[in-house]
């Protein structure tokens, strides 16, 4: 199975500062296909998961233009340029290069 | 607007079965895979099965913690997806989350219902 590894575990942030969450994949993300299935994923409080990214840096309908993601092969990177409130949650990276899909621990990230 | 919704949680015995269901709409629900999801209380989030659209002969992918207890189907003519779920055990408390996939991720996600198993 790929072991995704979520860096920071936590993230206490100040409004309007940025924050950056790493992922590191134990093998390479890249299909035979030639895609990079590594999505990311939102968990408010109380509420499902929400896709933010997929296939590494491109924003899924509705997202705002804050978040950004970035990375090949086994180093993936998700940032947000200027947290809000509602940015509060925890985030979620996850393959789906090969079965069985698996996600990284998730980063909690939360105002300072 | 894209819709899942899952239903058929409950409390039920160790041992026991119990079927869930994903109620889609929005979309034309044959043409996609559909996924399964669980998060325990206070846990992070693992992925439990995968079902291929018909025009890959609805084949099937499970987690090995389920295989062989889980089964995941679907009916195209209801726009429904199933997770029946047998000789369930205590470790399988928890949300379970009905997902489409589009080819590129898990896009829509329901908002989930809780499976507890207790005796």
């Known amino acids: ?112 | 607007e894209v819709q899942v919704v899952e239903s058929g949680g409950g409390l039920v015995q160790p041992g026991q079965s119990l079927r869930l269901s994903c109620t889609a709409s929005g979309f034309t629900f044959g043409e996609y895979a559909m996924s399964w999801f669980r998060q325990a209380p206070g846990k992070g989030l693992e992925w439990i099965g995968f079902i291929r659209g018909k025009a890959y002969g609805e084949t099937k992918e499970y987690a090995a913690s389920v295989k062989g207890r889980f089964a995941i189907s679907k009916d195209d003519s209801k726009s429904i997806a199933y997770l029946q779920m047998s000789s369930l055990k205590t470790e399988d408390t928890a949300v379970y989350y009905c997902t489409r996939y589009s080819g590129s991720s898990v896009d829509y996600w329901g908002q989930g219902t809780l499976v507890t198993v207790s005796s």
Not at chain 1, 44 to 65: A, E, H, T
Not at chain 1, 69 to 74: P, V
Not at chain 1, 87 to 102: E, I, K, R, S
């Open chain 1, 1 to 112: 199975d790929i072991v995704m590894t979520q860096t920071p575990l936590s993230s206490p942030v100040t409004l309007g500062q940025p924050a950056s969450i790493s992922c590191r994949s134990s093998q390479s993300l890249v299909h035979s296909d030639g895609n990079t299935y590594l999505s990311w994923l939102q968990q408010r409080p109380g509420q499902p998961p929400r896709l933010l990214i997929y296939k590494i840096s491109n924003r899924f309908s509705g997202v705002p233009d804050r978040f950004s993601g970035s990375g090949a092969g086994t180093d993936f990177t998700l940032k947000i340029s200027r947290v809000e409130t509602e940015d509060v949650g925890v985030y979620y990276c996850m393959q789906a290069t090969q079965f069985p899909w698996t996600f990284g621990q998730g980063t909690k990230v939360e105002i300072k």
